[in-house]
């Protein structure tokens, strides 16, 4: 039996359409060889792709709804296989793997061609090491001056903190969108980075790995009083965080899209962003969620100002928040 | 289930535990390995074969095939535990029988009044941005050299299974191995993307996660 000829008999086994002795012929194949189940589940996954594509006969399709779509767990494959179907990777990756691959066999290849031992590798092997020592020593001395210069790591010996040590947090303040990786299509602008000076040293805790909160989420409702009775919603932000997600709570929504501004009270403005949308958050409620780098909060009172966008194009206050960093 | 429970699953005792095991493999760890492999056939059998909770009856099938190889001689364990298994599912499939499904009600599970259509729309375009944003958070976790290789494998232009091949060859693997690595990538890709919707908000352009947590830890 040739692959294209048991591709369709276990696609008429999941489909409950195989006799019984195919099925026991199968079952018992994929009992004594993991591969036998992996191609059995490949081409269910395969089925599946298949039936979301519509690229399923109409007998067959009747008898995937009909037979095999009969729990839940199954329901969740096929939605699963639906929102595949419907992401398209952003920019068309260029074959890593071979890359990756071919760059392994690049270094085994001298291995080997080092280790055979002609008479001419040796000359070889050790031009190679003198190679790798002299780019060690480079490296090393780079190293030394670029910790002789850094004001950043000096500033870390003297308040305790080891310069050695690789700390995003103590590095001398960026550009926003390149210090936390943005690509966002919508645009994130900073118009404070000098501010962000003091605070770093409170922040530059030691590393906690992959358990170190990085992303700290604060949800705001609109600010409806004024003046003293204003109660402003309070962010203490730990030495670790790098990113603060802010939720916009909406009474209602009015635009289809929104922009934001956030400045400190009585101050220049912070960042802004446009091109928002309305999201659910975590109380499924509706809501306008933007991320700001850590770095340029420092502590003190903000206000979030945001403005909906008209089919016009006009643009309209559609309230303000206010939360204060500790 | 619970009926076939109740008859059925006795508590495995440990020693008829460490004789499975045994019988597995001399190694211990091997025989961790090769249980857990048998105990996932089982899981895909029962699936395969639209028998509700698969790993319940996958349990009682390994429990079954524990205690027999007390009374009886079994030469061929695999074989064995299929013939257990089918034993599992005709009880499991019998039981089904009796269970009218809620879509073959006459109101055929339709009791509440449909939504407003755009209303309905809406939401549901709201949900899929959700959905496809923690989906791309998910590849994302997978790692550079993981991701490559799925969304290869699942490039609607490289879909034959010559394309398949080639793939497996250049990563120097047998294309059953490169089914396996993708098998066990879509499902955990599958479940992250689900519990990320069920929990999580994303930036829409962003690759990032806004989480109720403070960390992302959940993987």
């Known amino acids: ?326 | 289930m619970q009926k076939l429970n109740a008859r059925n699953h006795k508590e495995i005792s440990s020693s008829d535990f460490e004789r499975l095991l045994q019988r597995l493999a001399p190694e211990r760890n091997l025989a961790g390995e090769k249980y857990e492999r048998l105990r996932w056939t089982l899981i895909q059998f029962f699936e395969f074969n639209s028998c509700s909770s698969a790993e319940d009856l996958a349990d009682e099938a390994l429990n079954r095939v524990a205690r027999k190889l007390d009374e009886e001689n079994v030469r061929d364990i695999d074989a064995f535990t299929w013939g257990v298994a089918k034993n599992i599912r005709q009880e499991a499939q019998n039981k089904t029988r009796k269970l009218i499904a809620i879509s073959e009600l006459p109101c055929q599970g339709d009791s509440l009044p449909a939504e407003t259509d755009t209303e309905k729309e809406i939401q549901n375009q709201i949900d899929l941005k959700r959905r496809l944003g923690c989906l791309e958070t998910c590849l994302l976790r997978l790692g550079t050299y993981d991701r490559d290789i799925f969304l290869r494998y699942y490039n609607p232009t490289e879909n034959s299974s010559l394309e398949r091949q080639v793939l497996a060859d250049s990563l120097g693997l047998t294309i059953g191995a490169l089914r396996i690595k993708i098998i066990r990538m879509r499902e955990r890709l599958q479940k992250c993307t689900c519990r990320c919707s069920a929990s999580m908000w994303y930036i829409p352009g962003e690759s990032h996660l806004l989480s109720n947590r403070t960390s992302e830890t959940d993987e």
Request: charged residues 25%.
């Open chain 1, 1 to 326: 039996m040739n692959s294209a000829q048991r591709k369709r008999l276990m696609t008429r086994y999941l489909l409950g359409d195989a006799s019984d002795k195919e099925r026991a012929a199968l079952e018992k194949g994929y009992f004594r060889k993991r591969d036998a189940l992996a191609e059995l589940l490949s081409v269910e996954n395969d089925l599946i792709d298949a039936f979301v594509r519509g690229d399923l006969t109409v007998e067959e399709a009747d008898k995937f709804r009909d037979r095999y779509i009969n729990s839940a767990k199954r329901r969740e494959k096929v939605e699963f296989a639906r929102l595949l179907t419907k992401y398209a990777p952003p920019v068309k990756r260029e074959p890593k793997v071979a890359t990756q691959r071919k760059r392994a066999l690049d270094w085994q290849n001298i291995l080997v061609f080092l280790r055979n031992g002609s008479s001419s590798s040796g000359i070889l092997a050790g031009g190679l090491a003198l190679g790798i020592i002299g780019a060690t020593f480079l490296i090393g001395v780079a190293t030394r001056q670029r910790h002789n210069i850094d004001p950043t790591a000096q500033q870390g010996a003297t308040t305790g903190v080891d310069p050695s040590r690789p700390s995003s947090q103590s590095s001398i303040p960026k550009p926003v969108a390149s210090t936390e990786g943005i690509s966002s299509p919508t645009s994130l602008t900073s118009r404070n980075p000098k501010g962000a000076g003091p605070a770093q040293a409170l922040r530059s805790g030691p590393p906690l790995g992959r358990l170190t909160p990085t992303i700290v989420s604060l949800i705001l409702m609109p600010n409806h009083t004024r003046g003293a009775e204003a109660q402003a919603a309070s962010l203490i932000l730990s030495t670790t965080a790098k990113s603060v997600s802010i939720a916009l709570s909406l009474d209602k929504v009015k635009y289809e899209r929104y922009s934001a501004s956030l400045k400190r009270v009585a101050g220049d403005p912070v960042c802004e962003q446009s091109d928002l949308r309305v999201q659910l958050d975590r109380h499924g409620l509706p809501a306008i969620i933007f991320r700001i780098p850590a770095k340029l909060l420092q502590e003190g009172d903000y206000v979030v100002k945001l403005s909906g966008v008209a089919d016009t194009g006009e643009i309209n206050d559609a309230g303000g928040y206010v939360f204060t960093v500790r």
